[in-house]
């Protein structure tokens, strides 16, 4: 199968099937963020190197360059290199990059097959990453890959791989064919050729029959991707090369290349029962061969999308050693939180806390980072029992209600780094909305905001004091481009209703979310420093 960019006209060779016609999109990937990949390791037992120096990090199908952009702003003390065929993904990546004058990101415009022979590289990485890329690659760049991974992670190293999963995927896989198919007979561009598939496709589920009958999720999965974007689903559903995996076969595979399981970045994932039957949690019980047990847990779940941590060598922690390596973890609040009741949910399920246990952890984050041996000086966990503390904590991370935090040490350089990583972000969102998070120095990840809170950050750091001053400011931005905002419903077309709008909206950012930002370095502003929690468990 052969895709062609305009009538008659063939995508060349350099594709490998790829789709190109269309870019990818610009989110950020929280997966991908190094100190969430450590918490996975450390609630999983497993000893890593992610908080020592001289530290690398590759991201292999990168796309837009974002998310490696973003980390490697909140990251400065890891070095990051970052690979993708298209040139027009590469160049934009390196211009951000450029923009927020970052030091340690390298991009690099190759194919899986020659990326390892790129000059500069370093000899061995302690983490690659893989997000969706490797579902979306035929078989020889799979082998590519794990020859990569082979020659060029380190002993102890860490792999995140995430890839569509079987048998979530199972009843859609017809229908991805008929899409493709039909795109590959059209004329005229990639997007308009899309269009035209979705189209059709929709016309086969209304004439009904026994495919669409039968498996009435997949009506409703050509109804989601009405929603979703262009690029996505272009990247999604339109390669020519597309493989959901069962378990089983994607670790034989990587298996090949010496890396053993360790768990699932879905924190709550790794949480024994969540999800399950009674009756699903004792066959879960009876499997002992751990890989064998993930395969049986997608089969229950009928999972469709995996987010998996693999390691070159497993190093178990003894117990007073996993317990060490939990103290030692900080850990900040990402979401506001003044007291009362939080629900959380997982797959669908309820997961009970009991407010008496996460809310004194919450209200002690509340006032800056802190670690898990500071939160238990401080009493924040009660007379709760060890296993219930970490449980709680990892239900709490899973749910982005906290996430793992950086030391302290390195900080002043992650904020200035941050800082001019942030200020280019939003200096972007004078013209646009396509990126949607700026970087921690506190977390060493990404929070999202939307375009309005970063026009807000803006209007601050330029000495704008009220959120009036700041509404206004937005206004005068996006009147010009003759933007309007949405109210329920319905386009604002007046001055006055756009500015009403704008003032509520950054009256409620000062009150909720403003706070939050300050607490983790989000600010754009050469005066911002580490909240008084982390300053004094510094001292």
């Known amino acids: 199968?052969?895709?062609?960019?305009?009538?008659?006209?063939?995508?060349?060779?350099?594709?490998?099937?790829?789709?190109?016609?269309?870019?990818?999109?610009?989110?950020?990937?929280?997966?991908?963020?190094?100190?969430?990949?450590?918490f996975a390791a450390t609630a999983q037992g497993h000893r890593h190197g992610l908080d020592g120096a001289g530290l690398s990090y590759c991201e292999l199908g990168c796309g837009q360059g974002f998310s490696a952009n973003l980390l490697a702003a909140a990251n400065p003390h890891i070095e990051f290199h970052a690979m993708d065929f298209s040139p027009s993904h590469i160049a934009g990546a390196r211009e951000?990059?450029?923009?927020?004058?970052?030091?340690?990101?390298?991009?690099?415009?190759?194919?899986?097959?020659?990326?390892?022979?790129?000059?500069?590289?370093?000899?061995a990485f302690d983490v690659i990453a893989l997000h969706g890329v490797y579902s979306w690659v035929s078989q020889e760049n799979r082998q590519h890959i794990l020859r990569f991974i082979a020659d060029r992670l380190?002993?102890?190293?860490?792999?995140?791989?995430?890839?569509?999963?079987?048998?979530?995927?199972?009843?859609?896989?017809?229908?991805?064919?008929?899409l493709a198919a039909r795109a590959e007979q059209g004329r005229g561009t990639l997007p308009e050729r899309i269009s035209d598939a979705m189209q059709y496709a929709r016309r086969l589920a209304a004439a009904g029959g026994g495919y669409f009958g039968r498996n009435p999720a997949v009506a409703a999965r050509l109804d989601h991707m009405a929603t979703m974007p262009e690029n996505y689903?272009?990247?999604?559903?339109?390669?020519?090369?597309?493989?959901?995996?069962?378990?089983?076969?994607?670790?034989?595979?990587?298996?090949?290349?010496?890396?053993?399981?360790?768990?699932?970045?879905?924190?709550?994932?790794?949480?024994?029962?969540?999800g399950f039957t009674p009756e699903q949690r004792a066959l879960l019980a009876g499997e002992s061969d751990p890989v064998r047990r993930?395969?049986?847990?997608?089969?229950?779940?009928?999972?469709?999308?995996r987010t998996d941590l693999f390691a070159k060598g497993r190093l178990a922690h003894t117990p007073r050693g996993g317990i060490g390596a939990w103290f030692a973890t900080p850990l900040a609040l990402t979401r506001?939180?003044?007291?009362?009741?939080?629900?959380?949910?997982?797959?669908?399920?309820?997961?009970?806390?009991?407010?008496?246990?996460?809310?004194?952890?919450?209200?002690?984050?509340?006032?800056?980072?802190a670690t898990v041996r500071s939160l238990l000086d401080q009493g924040a966990f009660g007379n709760?029992?060890?296993?219930?503390?970490?449980?709680?904590?990892?239900?709490?991370?899973?749910?982005?209600?906290?996430?793992?935090?950086?030391?302290?040490?390195?900080?002043?350089?992650?904020?200035?780094?941050?800082?001019?990583?942030?200020l280019a972000?939003?200096?972007?969102?004078?013209?646009?909305?396509?990126?949607?998070?700026?970087?921690?120095?506190?977390?060493?990840?990404?929070?999202?905001?939307?375009?309005?809170?970063?026009?807000?950050?803006?209007?601050?750091?330029?000495?704008?004091?009220?959120?009036?001053?700041?509404?206004?400011?937005?206004?005068r931005i996006l009147a010009p481009q003759g933007q309007r905002l949405q109210h329920e419903g319905r386009v604002l077309e007046t001055e006055e209703e756009n500015l009403a709008l704008l003032r509520a909206r950054a009256g409620n950012f000062a009150a909720r979310r403003l706070p939050l930002c300050d607490s983790l370095g989000l600010t754009l502003e050469d005066s911002w420093q580490a909240p008084a929690q982390l300053q004094e468990a510094a001292a």
């Open 384 to 422: 709760m029992e060890w296993g219930s503390i970490t449980r709680m904590l990892t239900v709490l991370a899973g749910a982005g209600q906290i996430a793992p935090a950086l030391p302290l040490e390195g900080l002043e350089s992650r904020a200035a780094a941050c800082r001019a990583f942030n």
């Open 336 to 369: 506001p939180y003044g007291g009362g009741a939080l629900r959380f949910h997982h797959r669908g399920q309820e997961v009970p806390l009991e407010q008496a246990d996460y809310a004194p952890v919450l209200l002690a984050l509340a006032s800056g980072p």
């Open 96 to 123: 951000l990059a450029q923009e927020a004058a970052l030091q340690n990101m390298f991009f690099h415009e190759r194919s899986f097959e020659d990326f390892g022979e790129t000059s500069g590289l370093p000899a």
């Open 233 to 274: 689903v272009a990247h999604e559903y339109f390669n020519k090369d597309w493989t959901p995996f069962f378990f089983e076969d994607l670790a034989a595979e990587l298996g090949s290349a010496k890396l053993d399981f360790v768990g699932s970045v879905s924190l709550m994932d790794n949480l024994g029962g969540i």
């Open 1 to 38: 199968m052969t895709f062609t960019q305009s009538a008659g006209v063939s995508v060349t060779d350099w594709t490998s099937g790829y789709v190109a016609g269309i870019d990818y999109t610009f989110d950020f990937h929280r997966q991908l963020t190094p100190a969430l990949l450590g």
């Open 294 to 305: 993930e395969g049986l847990r997608d089969l229950l779940l009928n999972e469709h999308f």
């Open 154 to 178: 380190k002993p102890g190293g860490l792999v995140y791989v995430s890839c569509n999963t079987q048998p979530g995927w199972a009843a859609a896989m017809p229908l991805r064919r008929i």
């Open 425 to 475: 972000v939003c200096k972007r969102a004078e013209e646009s909305d396509a990126l949607r998070y700026l970087a921690s120095p506190v977390t060493g990840g990404g929070v999202e905001l939307d375009r309005f809170e970063q026009l807000f950050l803006l209007a601050r750091s330029e000495g704008l004091e009220t959120p009036a001053e700041w509404a206004a400011l937005a206004w």
